[in-house]
């Protein structure tokens, strides 16, 4: 079970259920990587949510290290913490394995690929801080293909954060007749509106989460002004590309006036 913090006590409920029906239960991702930082805090799986083991970190080389222990009949590890994933040695997944159920059913076209992983950005909410990781643009291309999907939405935290990386998938995507969505980063977006279209963008996603300059700066956001903002979703509004913003309210410095302006 992977799960964010607002989600861990619902997550421990629904482990304690399956436990109690005698199957294994595992947790990982964002919340269980951060309390492994907190030693108060670390067992708290173990207390609330009945698990075997629990997965800290990228979990691409643990999780078969963990499968291998179980079929080898070996008491697993309590923690298995992942080292940051080298994208050289990714397995490319098997879609096919996947058949013609849920939404692969009702969106056979539509596909989830990671281009790169993690953000170099400092913002104080986020848990992807400080690390980032990209898959060769020749790789992403690759898999696209292999795909066979008309759409595909990347599942990047920000992509453009390496704005190299970015202009190098653009240009390699213009000749894939698909489209595609992503989150990217706000600044990489300034002046290449025409470039994501060419690319085939159809959406981006923007974490702007306030036009409150002084919120934004305690965001620690400083290129998030109310001009530069507009402009922006101008420009690709302008380019047939649409836009979802996320926001945040209730900063030190917000009042009742930051819903209008937003």
């Not at 970190?57 to 697993?76: I, Q």
Request: proline residues 4%.
């Amino acid at each position: 079970i992977s799960i964010s913090t607002p989600s861990a006590p619902r997550a421990y409920e629904i482990g304690t259920r399956f436990a109690n029906l005698g199957k294994s239960v595992v947790y990982g991702g964002a919340h269980i990587t951060q309390i492994q930082e907190h030693p108060d805090l670390a067992m708290e799986p173990f207390e609330h949510g009945c698990a075997l083991a629990i997965f800290a970190g990228d979990a691409e080389e643990t999780w078969p290290r963990f499968l291998d222990d179980m079929a080898s009949g070996r008491d697993p590890q309590k923690v298995y913490a992942g080292k940051q994933f080298d994208f050289r040695t990714r397995v490319v997944p098997k879609r096919d394995k996947c058949g013609r159920k849920g939404l692969q059913k009702l969106f056979p076209e539509v596909v989830s690929i990671e281009g790169s992983r993690g953000c170099l950005g400092s913002c104080i909410f986020c848990s992807t801080n400080g690390r980032y990781a990209m898959k060769p643009v020749e790789d992403i291309i690759h898999e696209v293909d292999l795909s066979g999907a008309r759409y595909f939405n990347s599942v990047d935290s920000n992509l453009g954060t390496n704005i190299g990386h970015l202009e190098e998938l653009l240009s390699a995507m213009r000749g894939q007749k698909c489209l595609w969505s992503g989150s990217v980063y706000l600044p990489a977006l300034k002046g290449r509106s025409k470039a994501l279209r060419e690319s085939g963008c159809g959406l981006v996603y923007i974490g702007f989460e306030s036009v409150n300059h002084e919120s934004a700066m305690e965001a620690r956001k400083p290129y998030i002004r109310e001009t530069e903002c507009k402009e922006t979703v101008n420009e690709l509004h302008e380019a047939g590309i649409a836009v979802i913003g996320s926001f945040i309210f209730g900063f030190d410095h917000d009042d009742e006036s930051t819903f209008d302006k937003t």
